[in-house]
Each structure stands twice: as structure tokens, then as C-alpha cells.
């Protein structure tokens, strides 16, 4: 059986509407962008001295979009923190995506996302084998794994693939990205921009610039 027929080709789906959106302000330090069963996904920021008062018991993925809370830069770009006081102890403000997890670890194995695979180079008409996508394991624990990954310019990852359950997808600088099934209509991307791939749609990534394109997939077991 094919398994198209199973589940659909889909792009990264953009972050639909949260329902308590209206109630959240532009100013607050924590503002939810999606969530399911398993996660929440929330942008963060703190002026200097500030702290953050929304706990995480089973953990959280920070995505740093600026420098650490000791105002230093980060050795990566995203870590794993355990259910503590989040306080800005650096001069400038802080921003950064968190991933909290909302469940205890399913207990699910490791893998290595299937974006870590080959990729392709557009050479004119033809798609010729390039150098293998820069990958970094950043977080690898009984919650989520979590990888860097850079894409040479407009090059895209051959197999469709999915995953088992939603990942969320955090780019690191600007760009533009090809959509799954088709070739039109690339979708722009801004530093820190959120993206979903929902679970067990059928996908691919692209990076449909000439510059390389950097983002972060977590991946929640």
C-alpha cells in the first residue's frame, strides 16, 4: 500500500490563531504560540533583572534568540533546563522560544531526524549529490531531542519522510523555504520564526536561498 494514501503531503504548517490569543499581550514576558498534549510552545522575553514566573515541571527546551540570562553568549543555541527559576542576570534584554513539556517521557527511543539525511543542490536542470547537511545533537534525553541544522542554499532533502508525533521547527536567521510538494511559492522565514510539522504528514525541507539557511527541530518522544 502507498503511503501516500495514508497521510498527506504537507508543508511546515504556520501557527494557527491561539484561542486565548485576545488575552495575551505583547507586552507580557510569556506568550503561548501553539500547544498540544505534549508541549507548549512560548515566545519569551525579559528586561533586565526580570524573571520568569511560568514553571515547567517536566522540564523545557530554551531556543536563544539573543544572549543567555547572564548576558553571555551562548555555547549553543538551545539547551535543556530543568524546572527552575528563569531570571535575565545580564544588562539588555533577553528573548528567546521555549519548549515546555507538558507530559512525562513516553519512554520512546532516540533517532536521528530524517533531515540529517543527504541533500540536493539545484546545477541547473539537474539535482546533483552535495555535502551532508550540518548537524548538531544539542539535546538527546528521555523528554525530546533536539538538532541544529544548517542547509547549504537551495538545496532540499530528497525522501519524504514523517514523524511519529508533532515537531516544532525554530529558524535561526532569515531566508526562504521551499514548500513540500510543490516548488512555488516559497514561503519566507524571519530569525525565530516558529514552524509545526504536524505528525505523521508526509514532508520534506528545503532551503529555497542562496544563503545557507540555519533552524532547530525538536522533536518530543
Not at 523545557?60 to 543555541?77: C, K, N, Q, Y
Not at 541544522?149 to 516544532?168: C, K, L
Request: aromatic content about 8%; some cysteine; glycine content about 6%.
Amino acid at each position: 500500500m502507498c503511503i501516500a494514501a495514508l497521510v498527506p503531503l504537507v508543508a511546515l504548517t504556520l501557527l494557527p490563531q491561539a484561542p486565548y490569543a485576545a488575552q495575551q499581550r505583547p507586552t507580557d514576558p510569556y506568550r503561548v504560540e501553539w500547544e498540544n498534549d505534549q508541549v507548549r510552545v512560548a515566545r519569551v522575553t525579559l528586561a533586565p533583572g526580570q524573571s520568569l514566573d511560568t514553571a515547567a515541571p517536566n522540564g523545557r527546551v530554551v531556543i536563544f534568540l539573543t544572549a543567555d540570562l547572564d548576558g553571555r553568549l551562548p555555547s549553543h543555541e538551545a539547551a535543556w533546563v530543568e524546572d527552575a527559576a528563569v531570571t535575565n542576570r545580564g544588562a539588555s534584554r533577553f528573548e528567546a522560544i521555549v519548549i515546555d513539556m507538558k507530559a512525562a517521557p513516553s519512554g520512546a527511543p532516540g533517532m536521528t531526524p530524517a533531515e540529517a539525511a543527504p541533500m540536493y543542490r539545484r546545477s541547473g536542470y539537474a539535482y546533483a549529490m552535495d555535502r551532508q547537511p550540518r548537524m548538531i545533537n544539542l539535546v538527546d534525553n528521555a523528554h525530546v531531542t533536539v538538532t541544529r541544522e544548517r542547509y547549504t542554499g537551495n538545496s532540499y532533502i530528497d525522501a519524504f519522510h514523517f514523524h511519529p508525533r508533532d515537531a516544532v521547527v525554530v529558524y535561526l536567521n532569515g531566508g526562504y523555504t521551499w514548500p513540500a510538494v510543490s516548488y512555488w511559492g516559497a514561503d519566507r522565514v524571519r530569525r525565530g520564526d516558529v514552524r509545526i510539522v504536524p505528525a505523521n504528514a508526509l514532508h520534506t525541507l528545503g532551503n529555497a536561498s542562496s544563503d545557507p539557511l540555519d533552524f532547530v527541530i525538536v522533536s518530543p518522544r
